[in-house]
């Protein structure tokens, strides 16, 4: 069922309260994980929750969803594309989207590189990358890491603000581990390389958001923890 504010209020209270013992354990700043509220397949008082509460940004996995949902949405908030995006649908995306974090193709990048540069705008953008190797997965292999980002900073109307990941789902939670560490040491890698900070890195969700901390995550984009079970 979905929650009623105070309801989500305390979650996120107690959400935010386990990313910053994280933190305190890893040594880090509380202030460099932020919490993304995912409100796909909630309601547009989702979002307005998350705005009411202070947060920066929503994620939705879909277009068309965001589409439905944004004349909805009164709050002033940020909206960041966390789904797969087919390339037919990156200009619509580019429209409706502060972030598109789910870029895994060359192809991707052209379309939404075209797209901004028609709407007059500087779209911000994370690679995802498939750093568990989960066939189930999409994101780009870690192989093609460099080139793709090579060719994102190529991009006069795109950001590059970092890298994304989806663990794998698995029982064991050394799986999740593995992929994060994977992840942050692929960004250390390609900063240096290419000379760029590549400040974000979105990896964790509501069942592995301290092991992702723990690896360096500066963004936990967080569902069902907050809004209840879909
Ligand atoms: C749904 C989703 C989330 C949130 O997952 P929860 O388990 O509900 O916290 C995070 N990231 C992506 C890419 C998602 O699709």
Same mark, same amino acid.
């Given at each position: 069922?979905?929650?009623?504010?105070?309801?989500?209020?305390?979650?996120?209270?107690?959400?935010?309260?386990?990313?910053?013992?994280?933190?305190?354990?890893?040594?880090?700043?509380?202030?460099?994980?932020?919490?993304?509220?995912?409100?796909?397949?909630?309601?547009?008082?989702?979002?307005?929750?998350?705005?009411?509460?202070?947060?920066?940004?929503?994620?939705?996995?879909?277009?068309?969803?965001?589409?439905?949902?944004? &004349?909805?949405?009164?709050?002033?908030?940020?909206?960041?594309?966390?789904?797969?995006?087919?390339? =037919?649908?990156?200009?619509?995306?580019?429209?409706?989207?502060?972030?598109?974090?789910?870029?895994?193709?060359?192809?991707?990048? =052209?379309?939404?590189?075209?797209?901004?540069?028609?709407?007059?705008?500087?779209? &911000?953008?994370?690679?995802?990358? =498939?750093?568990?190797?989960?066939?189930?997965?999409?994101?780009?292999?870690?192989?093609?890491? &460099?080139?793709?980002?090579?060719?994102?900073?190529?991009?006069?109307?795109?950001?590059?603000?970092?890298?994304?990941?989806?663990?794998?789902?698995?029982?064991? &939670?050394?799986?999740?581990?593995?992929?994060?560490?994977?992840?942050?040491?692929?960004?250390?890698?390609?900063?240096?390389?290419?000379?760029?900070?590549?400040?974000?890195?979105?990896?964790?969700?509501?069942?592995?958001?301290?092991?992702?901390?723990?690896?360096?995550?500066?963004?936990?984009?967080?569902?069902?923890?907050?809004?209840?079970?879909?």
């Amino acid at each position: 069922m979905f929650p009623t504010y105070e309801s989500f209020k305390s979650r996120a209270d107690a959400l935010r309260e386990q990313i910053d013992a994280a933190c305190r354990r890893a040594g880090r700043d509380s202030s460099s994980v932020e919490l993304l509220a995912v409100t796909k397949t909630h309601p547009a008082a989702a979002v307005d929750y998350a705005a009411r509460y202070g947060l920066r940004a929503v994620g939705e996995n879909r277009v068309q969803e965001a589409q439905e949902k944004q &004349p909805h949405c009164t709050a002033k908030i940020q909206w960041e594309l966390i789904g797969h995006l087919q390339s =037919n649908k990156a200009k619509l995306a580019v429209a409706l989207f502060d972030r598109v974090q789910s870029v895994d193709s060359e192809k991707l990048l =052209n379309q939404l590189d075209a797209a901004a540069a028609g709407l007059g705008k500087t779209m &911000p953008i994370l690679l995802q990358i =498939n750093a568990g190797r989960d066939p189930a997965k999409f994101g780009a292999d870690i192989e093609d890491a &460099p080139r793709l980002l090579e060719a994102a900073l190529g991009k006069t109307h795109l950001r590059l603000d970092g890298l994304m990941t989806i663990a794998p789902l698995s029982a064991d &939670p050394a799986v999740a581990e593995r992929t994060f560490l994977t992840l942050r040491s692929l960004r250390d890698e390609l900063a240096t390389r290419f000379g760029v900070p590549l400040r974000e890195l979105s990896m964790g969700m509501s069942g592995d958001l301290e092991a992702a901390v723990l690896a360096g995550s500066t963004q936990v984009r967080v569902g069902s923890a907050l809004y209840g079970h879909r």
